[in-house]
């Protein structure tokens, strides 16, 4: 079964960075779009970034040009580099992705999220 599992989440003041990172694990022919969302508590999870299997790229108008997204398909991952990070960006952050299995299903796959919380 394809996994995603994210990493890089933490603890940061205003101002600071993080760069958030998720590896897709499991029987993947190949990675389709990929995309970072976020849910603060209390909130709807909401789009931060996407990037197509061709590499272009959508923000969020929150995003501001301070995070950038990116991917390596030859490790199975998908990059988002935070910066100029605000309290308002506390949440929880959760990478999602369409993928083919080598069985030639397509699907999309969540995983568990990684919690980013920024102190004034």
């Known amino acids: 079964q394809v996994q995603l599992v994210e990493s890089g989440g933490g603890l940061v003041q205003t101002g600071g960075s993080l760069r958030l990172s998720c590896v897709a694990s499991?029987?993947?022919?190949?990675?389709?779009n990929m995309w970072w969302y976020r849910q603060a508590p209390g909130k709807q999870r909401e789009l931060v970034a996407e990037i197509t299997t061709g590499g272009r790229t959508k923000y969020a108008d929150f995003v501001k040009a301070r995070f950038t997204i990116s991917r390596d398909d030859a490790k199975h991952t998908v990059s988002l580099q935070l910066a100029m990070l605000e309290p308002a960006d506390t949440a929880r952050y959760y990478c999602?992705?369409?993928?083919?299995?080598?069985?030639?299903?397509?699907?999309?796959?969540w995983g568990q999220g990684t919690q980013v919380t920024v102190s004034s």
């Open positions: 499991g029987p993947i022919s190949m990675l389709g």
């Open positions: 999602n992705s369409d993928a083919v299995t080598v069985g030639g299903v397509p699907s999309n796959y």
